[in-house]
């Protein structure tokens, strides 16, 4: 059942970054702008943020079973739909639609697995959902690039298809009826106030640094969002059932978590698009050798889930958060010593053995977050940490580009060149290192029910 959710996992998180390298061919496919078919990935992201929110609640009032099964299905109609689509209007439309099946997919196929599975084999189960977050991000652009050059960039979207009916035909075989006993009321102002908010945080950020739009008009967007979430806090406050329940943080291990993976994944989700920027624009590899490169992350991902129980086990939660943020955060320095000359070899088993770590460190946040969280809380610490982790990547991507532009600006404009890059990692670097002290102040014994450390002392 963790391998039935993963799948469902990569599948979203794979089609976030694989159409990023197919927009000019859409573009002239459609007879469009590419940067108008821009509208293509920005619509998917604002549909994310605007429907996470209300996972937990439809979980909770639909059965989580039947809610995950439907939200397959709804993404699964979305991909056909932008498989089909001769226009710019139908392309964003179905685009829209699979946003709304990503959104409940991810946090509510994490809720189906918090309530099956035992807590003493969450490590382990967590351990593959933890992966699809990892790879999909890195394998997209040269899946992407590489169905484009030999067959239609509407494969892209028609792969999905044998995905979501397989995981349809398993998820109703396989998982029992998982609808929660009691009803919240929906928050409809909470709702509003999340999804504007969320939207224009998302919309803001994922135009920082790039120049498409005013500066104005993002500096716009992101006060919006900002006074958006101060209001959701009064708000959260005074209603007994809020749709985003920020009584989840006074559990310590859920806060050292949300807090610490929140810094830890901006540094992290910058990667995505500072390395293949980087080898192709500064090192001017072609893009199959790119990816072939960076796929080297993902193999250090996928060897992880072998051995992340049995590290958690032995060393305890606090420990490994620490000392892994830490790895994590020279590795990510270690890429700002990458020069054209490096022997590719070099950078493989870099990206490979950072890739392991990184992951490492994913699995474990993901796992603290609910080692604490009563049955009753689940769907909505399912829904709050999606949302925060789905702001986070997009934080980290804007980050990097921001960063970018600071030292083209210093260095009085120009073109990239491979030197532009290295102090992006060294700032991506020193904002993963920074969720260190939330990690830090953690009890020695937190998640030990989980981790079973304390059966093994």
């Not at 605007?50 to 809610?67: L, M």
């Not at 960063?403 to 600006?409: C, D, G, I, K, P």
């Amino acid at each position: 059942m963790p391998l039935v959710v993963a799948c469902a996992m990569f599948m979203q998180n794979l089609d976030s970054t694989v159409i990023a390298t197919a927009l000019p061919t859409i573009a002239r496919s459609l007879d469009e702008s590419p940067l108008t078919l821009n509208v293509a990935i920005t619509c998917y992201l604002l549909s994310l943020a605007v429907f996470i929110p209300i996972s937990g609640w439809t979980a909770d009032r639909f059965g989580a079973r039947r809610v995950f099964s439907a939200a397959i299905v709804v993404f699964t109609l979305g991909s056909i739909g932008c498989g089909m689509a001769n226009s710019l209007a139908a392309l964003v439309a179905a685009r829209i639609l699979q946003g709304m099946g990503g959104a409940l997919m991810v946090p509510v196929g994490r809720l189906v697995l918090l309530r099956t599975v035992e807590r003493s084999d969450l490590v382990r189960a967590m351990s593959y959902v933890s992966v699809p977050a990892l790879i999909g991000p890195v394998m997209g652009p040269p899946l992407g690039g590489f169905i484009v050059t030999y067959w239609s960039w509407r494969w892209i979207f028609f792969i999905n298809i044998p995905i979501g009916v397989l995981g349809i035909i398993l998820v109703n075989l396989l998982i029992g009826d998982l609808k929660e006993g009691g009803r919240r009321p929906f928050d409809f102002g909470g709702f509003a106030l999340t999804g504007v908010g969320l939207a224009t945080l998302a919309f803001g950020f994922e135009n920082v640094g790039r120049g498409a739009l005013p500066s104005i008009l993002v500096a716009g967007l992101l006060t919006v969002g900002a006074a958006c979430t101060v209001l959701y806090v009064r708000h959260a406050r005074r209603v007994a059932h809020p749709i985003i329940d920020l009584a989840l943080f006074q559990i310590p291990t859920y806060a050292a978590a949300s807090i610490g993976g929140f810094l830890f994944r901006m540094g992290l989700g910058a990667l995505p698009f500072l390395l293949p920027l980087m080898l192709q624009v500064g090192f001017g590899l072609d893009a199959l050798s790119s990816g072939l490169l960076t796929f080297a992350s993902a193999a250090g991902a996928m060897t992880m889930k072998m051995t992340a129980a049995r590290i958690i086990r032995a060393l305890g939660f606090r420990i490994v958060l620490v000392g892994d943020a830490v790895i994590s955060a020279l590795f990510l320095f270690g890429y700002s010593l990458f020069r054209p000359t490096t022997p590719h070899l070099v950078i493989f088993l870099a990206l490979l053995a950072g890739g392991f770590f990184r992951s490492l460190q994913m699995t474990s946040i993901n796992t603290l977050s609910y080692a604490d969280v009563p049955p009753a809380m689940l769907s909505r610490a399912t829904s709050l940490s999606s949302m925060a982790q789905q702001l986070s990547q997009t934080v980290g991507v804007a980050t990097g580009a921001l960063l970018l532009q600071v030292v083209l600006a210093l260095r009085g404009g120009g073109v990239l060149t491979a030197a532009d890059f290295y102090p992006a990692f060294v700032g991506v670097a020193m904002i993963s290192l920074s969720s260190v002290p939330f990690f830090f102040k953690m009890s020695p014994d937190a998640g030990a029910e989980v981790s079973g450390r304390s059966v093994a002392r």
